[in-house]
């Protein structure tokens, strides 16, 4: 269901609905605190508006918000303000880095016991008519405030990391955002330090029944640029972490993928085993008795002390 559809079921009229069919909502989700799902946000956002799509990320943490922490400007004013009816979401808007648009959320605690989620709903009918993506960073856990998010999104990402409180979580979160309406498009496996004790990447897909459209790497780089307050993307375009939120930030844009150095790796030992010895495909032919053909992807050293 589109946005500008779910807009008009929540009781909100919107003239130039035919141009809003072109903006996607993404809302950035997960069932639990601390799993990144801010820095992705930020960083997925910041990406797409480098490939020229015009962006807002808006921070709906109402009651944790630390968006406007992880970049470098100044604001007076934030989402708590419209939310609390003392201000008009432009006020609220700032160019971020890398020309991404930003609404902060505030970090009082004053500002977030005036604030009215209900009040998203009339302030996202007004913005999109503005930009091709909003990225909704939500709030973790199951509050009201989580939920309006989750209903106003065209599709819930979820960030999820590789155990399994994150993944118990998460599912809670993919039921109520379905019990909404929304599609859950996928999740994002965030800070993969790739030991064996972690669930692997197909066993998540397989507990959430979604794709998982990246595995994100554990990266100090991604600290390294919160304390310099720029986007991971723009401090360093080349970390581990950069390269995959670029790489969610092309598919969302519908825009070539760009292959990380692993899967290129992984392709030239392919390519050199099937040189090699032949093309392991064809119907499991062997080319003399009692020969055999090693596993695609097995370097050739370890297939000679293999075999």
Known sequence: MSFSRRVAILGYFISNSDELENVKVYTIASGKGGTGKTTIALNVGTALAMLGKKTLIMDCDVSMANLGLLVDFKHTKTLHDVLAGD???????????????????????????????????????????????????????????????????????????????????????????????????????????????????DKISELLEVPILETVPEDINVKKAAAAKMPLVLWSPEAPAARSFKRVAARLAGEPVPEDAEARRERFISKLVRAIFGDASEGGKTEGKGKRKPPLGMGVRRWLSWK
């Not at 006020?91 to 009040?119: M, N, W």
């Not at 930009?131 to 199951?142: C, E, Q, R, S, T």
């Not at 939920?147 to 118990?168: F, G, H, R, Y």
């Open 87 to 201: 201000a008009e979401i432009d006020d609220a808007i700032y160019t971020g880095p890398g020309g991404v648009d930003i609404v902060p959320g505030g970090i009082s605690i004053k500002g977030f016991q005036k604030s009215d989620p209900e009040l998203l709903k009339r302030v996202m009918s007004d913005l999109l008519g503005k930009y091709d993506f909003v990225i909704i960073d939500a709030a973790a856990g199951l509050s009201k405030e989580v939920i309006v998010p989750l209903s106003l999104a065209d599709e819930v990402i979820l960030v999820v990391n590789p155990e399994i409180p994150s993944i118990v979580d998460a599912l809670k979160t993919k039921v109520v955002a379905e019990m909404v309406g929304s599609k859950v498009g996928g999740a994002i496996l965030n800070r993969v330090i790739g030991e064996k004790i972690e669930l692997t990447r």
